[in-house]
């Protein structure tokens, strides 16, 4: 075994992912499948907000982890997880994100 640092073990249900998340998730799936889900994070990071049938996907957590945003590209709930500090995302997350973020650009209709 090595000196460094080891994730500390703990359950799926633990981190915020048991039944509820799971049973939540499969309900979303089928939206997803059509291509109509909206990335439910406060930053994406993809050209559009809506999910592609076949783009990775994630059931975001609210951010006192008590519930859930919705569906989210990978990329966006990661970026969260980092913004927010999370240790499993780290530095490599935030870099992809810094690269991806686009400003957001003024409704045409909105003066």
């Not at 050209?47 to 945003?69: N, V």
């Not at 966006?76 to 870099?95: D, H, L, T, W, Y």
Request: glycine letters at 10%.
């Amino acid at each position: 075994m090595s000196g460094g640092w080891q994730r500390p073990v703990t359950s799926a249900s633990d981190r915020g992912y048991g039944a509820d998340h799971v049973r939540q998730r499969a309900q979303l799936a089928p939206i997803v499948a059509t291509g109509k889900a909206m990335c439910a994070e406060v930053i994406c990071l993809e050209q559009s907000r809506l999910i592609a049938p076949d783009a990775p996907w994630d059931l975001a957590h609210t951010e006192d982890r008590s519930g859930w945003r919705g569906p989210a590209h990978r990329a966006c709930n990661a970026n969260e997880a980092s913004r927010r500090g999370g240790a499993a995302s780290g530095a490599r997350a935030k870099a992809r994100a810094a690269a991806r973020y686009r400003p957001a650009e003024r409704h045409p209709g909105l003066l």
